[in-house]
């Protein structure tokens, strides 16, 4: 979804708006997995996937970088060689759920929120959603740079929306929360980090979902745009249905989450209350 002639990451700034959400207490609550098929948000039934690498052999460089980033889960055959992203994942996320993932650099988490987000499809196994999976993992727009900001949000927002019935209002959320102004009219590309930033963000928390998934490392640029932003991010967090939220600081996870899963080299090695998830994420890491 969030491949279509994307900016360069390059162009957005670095501040990461979940650095500021602190410690402060949450109320979510956890669903029991025990639950009737209309419970259920997200099924994976024995996911697996592989990721083709060519000619590693000859790539000692990128050898070393697929091993790390895969968490060492590499498997030759036939003069191939694969990286096993996530392997034989059986589990089930239900409406309501506040998930945490822990795990290392290239542990899965990511490949995990891309594929219940139908970005990644599975190598094998099967993939449930009863409801639509929003990523908020990415920082580049889903349409090309060369198009308009106008146009850029209303792109998103098709395809969030699959239609445009209730988008005057959406774009003047997204104009006036971002501060863009007449620039919305003019292309993407000409932006600056900032600029481009605060558009995004608007963009992406102007409605609510059924069920987001995030990735800590989303950010918002602007330093000057960083205090609205952290309370407009809590507030969207708190008003979603299911959340998915990949995350290495133990603050965040406790404070939007109830449950956790820690992955390892692409496989689920616990799956839990939130507390019991850290404290198993920190006994592997010993």
Known sequence: MYSLNPLS??????YNLFSSLGDASHNSEIVSNRSSEKDIAIRFSNVSLQIPVNNLSKRSLAKTFIRSAAGGALRSSHNKTFVNALMGVDIVINSGERVGLLGHNGSGKSTFLRLASDIYKPTSGTIYRSVKVHPMINKSFPTSPDLSGYDAAKGAY???????????????DVVDFSGVGDFIHLPVKIYSEGMCSRLLFSILTSMTHECLAVDEGFGTGDQDFYSRATQRLDSFINNSGTLLFASHSESLLTRFCKRGIVLSKGKIVFDGQIQEAIDSYHDRSN
Do not use: T, V
């Open 9 to 14: 990451s390059s162009r957005l700034g670095s």
């Open 158 to 172: 098709l395809l969030m929306k699959y239609s445009l019935e209730g988008f005057d209002e959406y774009i003047r």
